[in-house]
């Protein structure tokens, strides 16, 4: 099946501070999300992207799907950016997300 | 508002015992899945349904049940025969399988001893 992985696996920042997360599949895929867990469990939708390049505020995401990774940039981070994100990929089928391991980012003041 | 809600936020059970965890959503969505997650871990499938009365096997099922009744409920059973049930379990729903955003509840975490 298909592989996700994502680095860095934990990342330190200062208020303030820019940083990117990848995420690499290991084989074609035709969708991708991004998640934010918070410190409760919640998982948020980021984006959903097969392709190319999405922004919302502070956060874009950009699907190179032919190279087979994704990257979520976070610009000028905030202690609320802190948690976990998530890549996932849908299975051949459609019919499920598969999850990376996840990058924990912790952001202090 | 819509969204998914999943009941109870916390579950303590004994060994042995089955227990069900439930999930209701009114996003009017056709597709519903199940997910555990492990410390440290992404999210695996349980099981999902892509339609009322109609729900597959995902990549973890052994030791779980499930129904679909109703398109707006989708409970998952966990079984005294689940070797590791201590985990956090997320539903999801999209408007329809096949690639479609998943959206997910806030979760269950249960703790059996």
Redesign the interface.
């Known amino acids: 099946g298909i592989q996700?992985e994502q680095s860095p696996p934990d990342l330190i920042l200062q208020e303030g501070a820019n940083s990117t997360l990848r995420c690499n599949f290991s084989d074609s895929v035709?969708?991708l999300?991004w998640?934010h867990q918070n410190p409760?469990?919640?998982?948020i939708?980021l984006f959903?992207i097969p392709s190319g390049t999405k922004q919302n505020g502070r956060l874009s995401a950009t699907t190179v799907a032919t190279e087979r990774y994704s990257l979520l940039y976070i610009s000028s981070s905030q202690t609320t950016d802190s948690g976990v994100y998530?890549c996932?990929v849908?299975n051949q089928?459609?019919?499920?997300?598969i999850?990376?391991?996840?990058t924990t980012l912790s952001v202090s003041s | 508002d819509g969204g998914i809600t999943q009941s109870p936020k916390y579950l303590f059970r004994k060994e042995g015992q089955n227990v069900t965890l439930s999930c209701e959503q009114n996003l009017n969505h056709d597709a519903m899945y199940w997910y555990r997650q492990d410390p440290g871990q992404g999210l695996r499938l349980i099981y999902y349904s892509q339609i009322v009365n109609d729900f597959q096997k995902g990549d973890i099922a052994e030791g779980y049940s499930v129904s679909r009744e109703k398109k707006e409920s989708f409970p998952l059973t966990v079984t005294s025969a689940q070797k590791n049930p201590t985990a956090f379990y997320l539903c999801a729903s999209s408007i329809r399988d096949g690639f479609y955003e998943q959206y997910f509840g806030p979760g269950t975490r249960l703790t059996v001893t």
Do not use: D, I, P, R
């Open positions: 996700v035709n969708n999300q998640f409760w469990g919640q998982l939708n959903y998530f996932a849908f089928a459609g019919t499920a997300l999850f990376g391991k996840g």
